[in-house]
């Protein structure tokens, strides 16, 4: 005779889902605001050049990430991994960051404002979407719209890939243009032709501490924020029950 091999239940069976459309509304407008953003810049600019600067890649990030989430939040299923809605959260904030603190502060050192005429227009829209609404979004959608106490510091160890292989392209992508080309090196701090690669890889150790730095703040701050509003019907029971 053979037992019977016990299950569990899934959720579904004991609750129904519940369905988030306030949050699911947000992150959509999120994932517009991003996706609008990038569209602008594709349409007035070189499609590779644009695609090979990091603001656009982590807005390409937001908008895909984000409006996956808005889907999942309506129809009440579970929440993408926090090691992908951590890493995006980490990497729209870095684009928000260096842009504001570094890229458009004359006294950093690496201004780009001077680089260019002042931005109008669809530019300049498309400039406040990607570098200011975007990280904006994403950080209250992390402080007022996901459950804390999810993120650890070995996942930051991974989220460093990111940078580091972008890195990696900026200066193998600046090495094979030749030389003269326009934004050859995407962004200052960048440069092998005005400061030489050991500055360069100086930067690039700088700005590498800080991001991380910052991606140990996130999770230092995700295991003492509260927990937001009850989304659900709470139960007296164990939703992993037995069912024979």
């Not at 988030?20 to 999120?30: C, D, S």
């Not at 992908?84 to 780009?112: E, K, N, R």
């Amino acid at each position: 005779m053979i037992a019977p091999t016990p299950w569990y239940a899934p959720a579904e069976a004991v609750v129904p889902p519940v369905r988030r459309p306030l949050a699911g509304t947000f992150r959509a407008l999120v994932a517009l605001a991003a996706a609008i953003g990038v569209m602008i810049n594709l349409g007035l600019g070189s499609p590779l050049r644009v695609l090979s600067y990091f603001t656009i890649q982590s807005n390409v990030l937001v908008a895909v990430v984000f409006a996956l989430s808005a889907r999942r939040a309506w129809q009440g299923r579970r929440p993408l991994p926090p090691l992908v809605t951590g890493g995006t959260l980490l990497f729209i904030s870095i684009t928000g960051l260096v842009y504001h603190f570094v890229l458009a502060d004359d006294a950093s050192g690496f201004s780009m404002t001077g680089e260019t005429a002042p931005l109008t227009g669809w530019r300049s829209l498309a400039n406040d979407l990607l570098h200011t609404v975007t990280p904006i979004g994403a950080v209250l959608n992390w402080l007022l719209l996901t459950t804390p106490r999810r993120l650890y510091l070995r996942q930051a160890l991974l989220w460093m890939l990111y940078p580091l292989a972008y890195l990696a392209f900026a200066l193998t992508r600046g090495a094979l243009m030749p030389p003269g080309s326009a934004a050859r090196y995407t962004y200052p701090f960048l440069d092998v032709d005005a400061h030489g690669y050991p500055v360069v890889l100086a930067n690039a150790i700088f700005f590498g501490l800080a991001f991380y730095a910052l991606a140990a703040l996130v999770v230092g701050l995700d295991r003492i924020r509260p927990e937001p509003p009850p989304r659900g019907p709470k139960t007296g029971f164990r939703l992993r029950a037995l069912v024979r």
